[in-house]
């Protein structure tokens, strides 16, 4: 893949987060994709991921991956960014520093490997 066909891949996975597509999320995935977070350093699969994800879609409103700074590279990307939404619960604004780092292989994400703040997951994740 090019660069830009990569940059393009990053752009439309995280572009879905923000909108709730994830559908459109799980398609960006290789039907074997390993998702990795470094809160747990556990591995799950993509429809594993999209119950987490889907999850968090409901409880985060007004999702915005801010500051996103994509670094391209021989078969993947790296983006760092802030997470930024509003809690449904109770209607606090919270933010999520992260950076992601994704193989990519024949126009999808093989491996994803998350590393959060972990001082900041449990306000993100409060009423989870």
């Known amino acids: 893949m090019s660069q830009d066909e990569i940059r393009a891949l990053a ?4 572009d879905c987060v923000e909108s709730g597509d994830i559908d459109g999320l799980v398609a960006c995935y290789a039907p074997d994709a390993k998702i990795w977070h470094n809160t747990d350093e556990l ?5 594993d991921n999209r119950k987490v994800l889907a999850g968090m879609v ?8 801010d500051n996103r700074r994509v670094e391209i590279f021989d078969g993947g990307f790296l983006q760092q960014h802030i997470l930024r939404g509003t809690r ?4 606090v604004r919270v933010a999520l520093p992260a950076c ?3 193989a990519v292989k024949d ?5 994803l490997d998350e590393y959060f703040d972990s001082a900041r997951v449990s306000e993100f994740r409060k009423y989870a």
Request: with cysteine.
């Open 107 to 111: 126009g999808y994400i093989t491996r």
């Open 58 to 65: 409901t409880r985060i409103s007004d999702r915005l991956y």
């Open 11 to 14: 752009k439309r996975f995280f």
């Open 88 to 91: 449904v619960q109770d209607g």
């Open 100 to 102: 992601v780092i994704c």
């Open 43 to 47: 591995e799950q699969g993509p429809e």
